[in-house]
């Protein structure tokens, strides 16, 4: 069952009824999304799909010639073209007759074996383009190698392209699509869980408790997301052992680039290359202060919700859970099931800001979400807003999101607003976020004040 991506299907088949030659590169990390939603694309449409393999050149354009004879022939053919250039001439000759969908799957994979694969394809592009009903995907996992030698100014196809998708995870909105028979509650844990891979949000059983899918799948040694995290990095870098005591250092509290340095036992200017990578994967992000230029308070944190749930949860218990001992290691883990999900709730929450901006009934127009840390000169102390947005009016929102299992009460709403006057906006609109609703004392405020919304999780649901 394939689900999601509607707005890149259809700017696909927009693309493909035009009748005239189109090159699309579609590019993501791993277990996205990208083959599924190329698969869509093409099920009801002539098409050549090639899937590239880590190996060499002679060996890709066998696979590659096989594809092209099998697809015109209706057979497998055990010959070969001699060279990728008579392949890919061969293709375009076909696309003259008839419309025709050329993918190359893990491009980087071939072009990486053949040096002169890129400029071949900018020679026929340009040679046929003005006659030719070809519709090119190139797709790739390798973000890096796709933004640098493709999509780059300075790579041979570059200007060639009619359209671009870098494939992102889905919203948490998008990822419940998966989950028909979760409660609410539920569905924010496996989000918090899975995030928005879809790979990953395969892997969990929505006829099942969360207790039991964590017990099925992180806390299984012979579940696919048990090693998903390690074989990813395998994949992906070189020295796997350091990007792995980096992650470890993040997801378990040290967000500072000398406390990261300090605890993976390496240098700072060391570390900072392996993040770099880290955050070109999608796996890190990079945070400052909302509004703020300062690299002086740059923290990380991850971004991705499995490797952030992997690594803050697996690696302690790995001795136990290999030996078995999965109930015992969910029964240490689940006392901090809470505190994990506060920063989930906390992405839930500028995800449904940005649904409502969207929506055109936000009483804020920001431009941009952000979390704000830094020091209160009156208190002497550090403070934290949860989320700001600011507008280009002088307006600005601001936000706390709170999932306890206590109602919010008017004391959160105060003490936003007291924060909230570290800033000097001429309007400003407070929202509160909460799991389970609020006080009649926060909700009586609220109603005396023209400028507060409150937001109780199952409405965000709903």
Not at 25 to 44: M, P, Q
Not at 257 to 280: D, F, M, P, T
Not at 438 to 456: M, P, R, S
Request: proline letters at 2%; charged letters at 25%; hydrophobic letters at 40%.
């Amino acid at each position: 069952m394939f689900l999601g991506r509607k707005n890149e299907l259809a700017t696909l088949n927009q693309l493909y009824s035009r009748d005239t030659f189109q090159f699309a590169v579609i590019y993501g990390r791993r277990r996205i999304g990208k083959t599924a939603l190329i698969s869509e694309f093409i099920k009801d449409k002539k098409a050549i799909y090639f899937t590239g393999v880590e190996t060499n050149a002679k060996q890709n354009l066998e696979n590659f010639s096989r594809n092209i004879l099998s697809y015109e022939k209706g057979i497998e053919v055990d010959t070969s073209f001699t060279s990728f250039q008579s392949a890919l001439e061969y293709v375009f000759a076909l696309a003259q007759k008839e419309r025709l969908v050329l993918v190359i799957d893990e491009y980087p994979y071939v072009a990486r074996a053949t040096k002169s694969l890129a400029s071949t394809l900018q020679m026929l592009i340009d040679q046929h383009k003005d006659h030719s009903n070809l519709f090119l995907i190139l797709c790739g996992s390798s973000m890096s190698y796709m933004e640098d030698n493709v999509l780059a100014y300075k790579a041979p196809l570059y200007g060639r392209r009619t359209a671009q998708f870098k494939i992102q995870p889905f919203t948490f909105r998008e990822s419940c699509a998966y989950f028909k028979n979760f409660s609410i509650m539920d569905k924010a844990l496996a989000y918090g869980m899975m995030g928005g891979t879809p790979q990953y949000l395969l892997q969990l059983d929505d006829t099942q408790s969360i207790e039991d899918n964590i017990k099925n799948t992180f806390l299984n040694p012979t579940s696919f997301v048990f090693e998903e995290p390690t074989n990813l990095l395998k994949q992906e870098v070189r020295e796997a052992a350091i990007y792995n005591a980096i992650i470890t250092a993040i997801a378990t509290g040290y967000t500072k680039l000398s406390e990261i340095s300090s605890k993976v036992g390496e240098e700072s200017s060391v570390c900072a290359a392996y993040i770099k990578n880290l955050i070109a994967l999608g796996i890190v992000k990079k945070e400052m202060p909302f509004k703020e230029k300062t690299t002086r308070k740059t923290i990380y944190s991850l971004e991705d919700n499995m490797f952030r749930f992997w690594y803050r949860f697996v690696p302690g218990y790995q001795s136990m859970i290999v030996r078995g001992a999965s109930e015992l290691a969910y029964h240490r883990i689940e006392p901090h099931l809470s505190a994990y999900m506060g920063g989930i709730f906390e992405e839930i929450c500028k995800q449904y800001l940005w649904d409502v901006l969207l929506s055109g009934n936000a009483p804020v127009d920001f431009t941009d979400l952000g979390r704000w840390w830094g020091n209160n000169p009156k208190k002497k102390s550090q403070e934290e807003i949860d989320i700001m947005g600011v507008s280009d009016h002088d307006t600005a929102l601001f936000a706390e999101c709170k999932w306890t299992n206590e109602k919010v009460d008017l004391d959160v709403l105060e003490t936003l607003i007291e924060r909230s006057q570290l800033f000097h906006y001429e309007k400003k609109h407070y929202y509160l976020f909460s799991k389970n609703g609020f006080t009649k004392g926060c909700t009586d405020k609220a109603a005396e004040l023209d400028n507060v919304t409150l937001i109780a999780y199952a409405d965000m649901v709903r």
